[in-house]
């Protein structure tokens, strides 16, 4: 869990000013934000995250890339992911498919393990084709879904969020609006003091700074992209600056030389996304960690997809 202090996220509602705990912890990796004018960046404060699409990949695979002193290379894992639902009587709740219901299902086979090697585990939430979205919520849709969310805060490091495939101003729910995005952030952050992430991609942009000072980490969503300038007031020592797609061609030289840019000018850490069931982005993985001077190996073991569908 990250630690938090008594700075203040307002939250206008009905007239009344709801004062909620944000950020201010000593790293983005040991969760929380850090006074870039003080930080230097090093490996053990640089985050190293993996998005795991669990429908074709089982997650304990982030957990078999190691560096020389027998730690993970990876920090974060993400789930990606559970989605954001609305029915068409307007209820809006959180929807597992058979992948991640067996997986948040049976923590202590897919979750703990990586939990037990340091590695932060994070509920990845998208957006599900319904109309309802992180977007354009009430905040009545609002309090059921993070209701929702909070339900696995004994499970789960964290959630993060990616607000992709909503499909907003369709199936009677309203387009997407300028402050729903942080309304749920600072709700959810009200309610528990679990890691919040944010992938930095189409609204996330209506951030505002009172919602960014609850966020732990944010992703710049382009892929194979690389940008110092997040879209939401967000710090740069808890951004990733570079979102390397392990699904495409990328050139391992690219890949140290963009970490290399991402230490230097002190920011958070990366973001790698769809990580293989075999080590075959090994290599890329290795170019990262040369970026410190370091190398990752391969245990070996590789764990099928045994869950679900």
Request: aromatic share 12%.
């Amino acid at each position: 869990m990250r630690n938090r202090f008594m700075a203040v996220c307002t939250l206008m509602a009905a007239a009344a000013m709801v004062f909620v705990s944000c950020k201010d912890a000593e790293d983005p990796i040991a969760q929380g934000t850090v006074d870039q004018t003080t930080r230097a960046t090093s490996f053990d404060n640089f985050a190293r995250v993996v998005y795991v699409e669990v429908n074709d990949v089982n997650p304990l695979n982030a957990g078999e890339y190691l560096l020389p002193d027998g730690k993970p290379f990876f920090t974060h894992v993400i789930l990606f992911a559970s989605n954001i639902r609305g029915d068409a009587n307007g209820n809006v709740h959180n929807y597992n498919n058979p992948n991640n219901a067996a997986i948040l299902g049976n923590p202590t086979k897919y979750i703990a393990p990586l939990q037990a090697k340091g590695i932060k585990v994070l509920m990845g939430n998208l957006g599900d084709h319904t109309g309802a979205g992180f977007s354009n919520l009430t905040a009545a849709q609002i309090d059921s879904y993070t209701d929702d969310l909070v339900a696995y805060a004994n499970i789960v490091d964290g959630y993060d969020f990616d607000d992709e495939w909503a499909e907003y101003d369709t199936r009677g729910y309203p387009d997407a609006n300028n402050h729903s995005y942080s309304d749920l952030i600072i709700a959810l952050n009200g309610k528990t003091d679990k890691l919040i992430t944010i992938f930095d991609w189409t609204y996330a942009s209506a951030i505002s700074s009172t919602a960014a000072a609850c966020v732990d980490l944010a992703y710049q969503g382009g892929l194979n992209g690389y940008s110092l300038t997040p879209s939401f007031p967000i710090p740069l020592a808890r951004y990733c600056p570079y979102f390397c797609n392990l699904t495409q061609p990328h050139p391992d030289a690219v890949v140290k030389s963009r970490v290399t840019s991402s230490k230097d000018a002190n920011a958070g850490g990366v973001c790698f996304f769809n990580l293989p069931m075999q080590p075959t982005s090994l290599s890329k993985f290795n170019a990262a960690a040369q970026a410190f001077g370091l190398t990752v190996t391969h245990t070996g073991t590789t764990y099928p997809k045994d869950y679900g569908n």
